[in-house]
């Protein structure tokens, strides 16, 4: 395969310029080689670890579970107890964040069951949002915003 600028790797693995210069910088991608004139120069290689973290980046992992997951890849006759266990532990991210989703759901159903439409000064949803005793996101840690 004839190597590919920045902006083909770009396109092929449907990632942004500055996300690769970013995942270079911290340490994701490896140093790419670079032609006489000192255009960074990438192969089909880059492109699989590219759409790699792209992917794991959509299933939720963070940066240092990808770099150990990219990691791991380096000796593919390993046993994969590592793996399953950095994917049990986003599973468990994924079943936490669920569990809050519900809470502000059941929350926001409350908030304007409550709500009796009229005038924003008496608005029971207003209310509510000002009121956090009866919050049922109070009980559980925290949403982070989206």
Excluded: W
Excluded at 82 to 110: C, G, H, P, S, Y
Excluded at 122 to 142: F, L, P, W, Y
């Amino acid at each position: 395969m004839k190597p590919m600028t920045i902006g083909r790797l770009s396109s092929a693995a449907k990632v942004k310029v500055t996300t690769i210069r970013y995942y270079e910088s911290i340490g994701l991608m490896g140093t790419p080689d670079r032609s006489a004139s000192g255009q960074r120069l990438y192969g089909s290689v880059d492109v699989e670890r590219l759409s790699f973290v792209r992917h794991a980046r959509e299933l939720g992992f963070s940066m240092d579970a990808i770099k150990d997951l990219i990691g791991l890849q380096t000796e593919p006759d390993q046993d994969c107890s590592a793996v399953d266990t950095i994917a049990q532990k986003q599973l468990a991210e994924v079943q936490k964040r669920l569990a809050q989703l519900e809470a502000l759901e059941r929350e926001l159903k409350r908030m304007i069951e409550n709500c009796r439409g009229g005038k924003v000064g008496g608005c029971q949803v207003m209310a509510a949002i000002n009121d956090h005793s009866e919050c049922e996101t109070d009980k559980h840690e925290r949403l982070k915003p989206l």
